[in-house]
Each structure stands twice: as structure tokens, then as C-alpha cells.
């Protein structure tokens, strides 16, 4: 017996493979690539739909969100090797009856101040109505890849969102929520399984809807001590990885591999490699040799190079992605991509020529 949905099963078969080969961390005849926030920010024709719509519209139409998915996959002709459906972390908070806008940063009016604030997000998040429309846009993101490219789906970790929950916003030194941590630790540890609860139902929805592998963003993993990090975040991605998989195997859909990434934790790679994830995602900060060290080869990694970098030269590029490739070498199990998102503002010719050298390099060094 099988609840697969009807439309997954029609999608055209995959032409590439690449990633959920690397992903399981089987062999490659080259290493894939993909680009973290490829499908928004730099690219023309993203940039003109911003211009006559607002940015949760976007995400809100299964039409329009799957032409900015596709964007990418087009604009760098073969080049890449996946693409992310077009969404935001923050649907979550949405979906739990917060208001937030985007203008042009994140923002909500009103914030969780106190525990009793609790009171105000909805109980039972019917997450089929609240967040279907992310389900459709896969689905019909599915059909226009047309066996392309896998498609990514993708969720923010329950301490990522808890803290733009608190904070009303970005922050840069997390005061507000880090201050809940300390003061309401058990509130605290309310709100962040509320949120993994949403999260695990959310996610296995996307595979439903035809997701084929997934991402979880813990952006702000960094701003936790490791202690704090291994008390408030771990166990929380750690449930995730075994809920989802689980609810999958119970429902009869096939397992998709799942990618950690949690920014600014290098202190965690070991405990992140143990945690039911089979890719942990590296930021720029973190040597090759020392991810290959504590992830001891039970995961794949993917990453790293820093954003920054397709700031300067051509050659400057080409030969910082060479060096990457040649420090993760031909045998790794590794992903490549940068170590954050592709920062706006950047030349999307500059992304063409790393994703063209880590073709070209990862190929070499195989022969
Ligand atoms: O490839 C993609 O871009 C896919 C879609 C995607 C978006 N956000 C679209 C978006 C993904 C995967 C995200 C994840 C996300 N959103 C994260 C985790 C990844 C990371 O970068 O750490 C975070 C922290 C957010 C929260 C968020 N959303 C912020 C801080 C902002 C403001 C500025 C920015 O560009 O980051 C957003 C808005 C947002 N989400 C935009 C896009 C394309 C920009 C919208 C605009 O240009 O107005």
C-alpha cells in the first residue's frame, strides 16, 4: 500500500543523477554543483518579477515560483546540477499565524516577546492548507524540469526560525532570543519543538510533492556556543532526520537524502555526521582537510567556497575553485557549492565561471 501521489509518479525519469549519487556517497565521474539562493537575487528575470510583485506573491504562485526555480537551471545551460524550489525559511512562522514581511529584509510586526506570547501562534498547524502552495509549486516545478536536474526542497532549522521569531528580524548579535535560552529555557524548548513539528510534517509534504532531496538552513548556528548549540539545535535537526525519514518509510515514499547545513558550527561537524543527515554542508571558514577529519567519511560534505570571492577577477576565481577542488580531492564525497548564498550584487557571469572550472577541474583530476 502506497500514498505516493499520483503525479509523482508520472514525472519524467532523471537525466542527471549527479548529486543524489554524491549525496549517498557513491562514486562521480565529475563533482556536482549547485549554488545556495541560486534562484533568486541575481538573476534579470527574477529581478523584473520583483518589480511587479510582492516577494511572498512570488512564493505564493505555484506559476511564478516554479519560472524563478527554473531561472538558473536555464540562464547557466547545463551547468548546474540541481536546482531549489523558490520559497523562504520564513513560510514556517507564517504557517504558524505569525505576519511577516518582507521589506526588502525580513520583518514581523509583531514578535514573540514572552512565553505568553506562545499563546498566539495556531495549535494544530494544518499544514497541507497553510503551506500547499509550496506542495503545488514543486509539483509542477517536477513537471517543467522534465528530468533535468533533481529538485531541492528545503526548511530552516527550528533555532534559525526561533530566533526570527523573537527578534522580529535579522540581528547581529541575537540578544533577544539568546536571552530566551537563558531566561525561558523550557518555553524555549516549547517553541523550538513546535516549530520541528511543523518542520517534519512540512518537509515530508515536499517529498510527497515531488522533492527529491532536501535542504535544512541552520543559519544562525554560529551565534550559539557549543554547548548552547548542542542544548537547543541539535536534538532538534537530529528528530528531523529520523521523523521525516520515518513518516516517509510509513507512508511508502521512497527516502531522499538529506543535506544539514548550520552555518558558523564548525565545532559540530562531528555531531552534525551523526545525526541521520547524509551531507553536511560547510561554510567557508572550514578547511577541507579538517571537514574530511571530523565527518570521518559517514557523510558527504558540500560546500565551500567563500561568496565573497566571485567579487574579484576571473582568475582569481578560477584559480580558488581550483584549489578547492584539488583540496577535496578526486575520492571525497563531496558537493560543491558556496560556502553561504551568492550575495546580491554579484556578476552571475562570475558564478558561470566557478561552475564551469569546478566542470572542468573535478574532471581533470579524475583522468
Ligand atoms: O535559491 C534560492 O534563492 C531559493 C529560495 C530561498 C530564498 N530564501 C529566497 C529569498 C532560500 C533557500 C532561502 C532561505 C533563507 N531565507 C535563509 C537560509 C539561507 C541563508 O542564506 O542563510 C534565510 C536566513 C532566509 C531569510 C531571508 N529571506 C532573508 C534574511 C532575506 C532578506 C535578504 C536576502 O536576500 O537574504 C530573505 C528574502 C529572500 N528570500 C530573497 C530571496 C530570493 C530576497 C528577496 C528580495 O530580493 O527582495
Known amino acids: 500500500v502506497t500514498d505516493k501521489e499520483p503525479a509523482q509518479l508520472m ?21 556536482p554543483v549547485w549554488i545556495m539562493r541560486q534562484a533568486g537575487r541575481t538573476l534579470p528575470k527574477f529581478r523584473e518579477m520583483k518589480k511587479e510583485h510582492d516577494f511572498f506573491t512570488i512564493c505564493r504562485t505555484p506559476e511564478i515560483a516554479s519560472e524563478v526555480t ?97 527578534e522580529g528580524g535579522g540581528s547581529k548579535l541575537f540578544t533577544k532570543a539568546k536571552t530566551w535560552l537563558y531566561r525561558y529555557p523550557e518555553a524555549s524548548h516549547r517553541l523550538l519543538q513546535h516549530i520541528t513539528d511543523v518542520t517534519v510534517e512540512y518537509l515530508v509534504g515536499q517529498v510527497k510533492a515531488g522533492a527529491q532531496i532536501l535542504q535544512v538552513f541552520d543559519s544562525w548556528a554560529g551565534d550559539l556556543s557549543p554547548e548552547d548549540f548542542r542544548t537547543f539545535s541539535l536534538p532538534y535537526l537530529h528528530q528531523i532526520a529520523a521523523r521525516v525519514q520515518e513518516n516517509l518509510s510509513i507512508a511508502g515514499v521512497d527516502i531522499v537524502p538529506m543535506v544539514i547545513f548550520a552555518k558558523g558550527a564548525w565545532f559540530a561537524l562531528k555531531d552534525l555526521s551523526n545525526m541521520g543527515y547524509s551531507v553536511v554542508g560547510l561554510d567557508w571558514t572550514i578547511p577541507p582537510e579538517f571537514a574530511k577529519e571530523q565527518t570521518g567519511g559517514r557523510v558527504a560534505v558540500q560546500g565551500n567556497m567563500d561568496p565573497t570571492v566571485l567579487f574579484g577577477t576571473p582568475e582569481k576565481v578560477r ?45 581533470q583530476i579524475r583522468q
Open 319 to 363: 584559480e580558488t575553485a581550483t584549489n578547492m577542488v584539488k583540496a577535496f580531492g578526486k575520492d571525497a564525497k563531496w558537493i560543491a557549492n558556496l560556502g553561504h548564498g551568492i550575495m546580491p550584487g554579484t556578476d552571475p557571469e562570475m558564478c558561470r565561471v566557478y561552475l564551469q572550472t569546478i566542470r572542468d577541474v573535478s574532471r
Open 70 to 166: 527554473l531561472e538558473p537551471i536555464e540562464y547557466y545551460d547545463g551547468l548546474l546540477d540541481a536546482a531549489i524550489i523558490f520559497s523562504d525559511i520564513l513560510v514556517i512562522p507564517q504557517a504558524m499565524g505569525l505576519e511577516v514581511l518582507m521589506n526588502p529584509a525580513p520583518f514581523f510586526p509583531h514578535p514573540i516577546e514572552t512565553p505568553d506570547d506562545l499563546e498566539r501562534l495556531t495549535k494544530n498547524v494544518d499544514v497541507n492548507k497553510e503551506l500547499g502552495y509550496v506542495f503545488e509549486a514543486i509539483t509542477l516545478t517536477r513537471h517543467k524540469l522534465e528530468g533535468r536536474v533533481p529538485l531541492f526542497g528545503f526548511s530552516g532549522a527550528p533555532w534559525t526560525l526561533f530566533a526570527y521569531m523573537i
Open 11 to 31: 514525472f519524467a525519469p532523471l537525466k542527471n543523477d549527479l548529486i543524489l549519487r554524491a549525496a549517498r556517497g557513491e562514486q562521480v565521474e565529475r563533482t
